[in-house]
Nanobody, 121 residues
Framework: QVQLVESGGGLVQAGGSLRLSCAAS????????MGWYRQAPGKQRELVAS???????NYGDSVKDRFTISRDNAKNTVYLQMNSLKPEDTAVYYC???????????????WGQGTQVTVST
């Protein structure tokens, strides 16, 4: 089994910062792309940021210059540093990973359970 577990969400005032973490565990041989997505009530899930194994990054337009994605391949962990938070950043944030299972040797796309981020005015 492969699991992604997010942590670090919470309530913060506008202009504040939060750091999300997502640790992958289980029968992992390797992890390729990892990313963060978010879904606000009544809206579709959208890409926040993604990062390749080698460290190339991609950001959604609404978070560029405010959020930073990074990863620690040795720890199978991806991070999202969120600065200058706005009320419109309020959403459930989901971790995603493209993982090669070392037990079944099958590649799959996995999601975490999500962590709530609420930005107050």
């Amino acid at each position: 089994q492969v699991q992604l577990v997010e942590s670090g969400g919470g309530l913060v005032q506008a202009g504040g910062s939060l750091r999300l973490s997502c640790a992958a565990s289980g029968s992992i041989f390797s992890i390729d792309d990892m990313g963060w997505y978010r879904q606000a009530p009544g809206k579709q899930r959208e890409l926040v940021a993604s990062i390749t194994r080698s460290g190339s990054t991609n950001y959604g337009d609404s978070v560029k210059d405010r959020f930073t994605i990074s990863r620690d391949n040795a720890k199978n962990t991806v991070y999202l540093q969120m600065n200058s938070l706005k009320p419109e950043d309020t959403a459930v944030y989901y971790c995603n990973g493209d993982i090669l299972n070392g037990r079944t040797w099958s590649r799959g796309n996995y999601w975490g359970q999500g962590t709530q981020v609420t930005v107050s005015t």
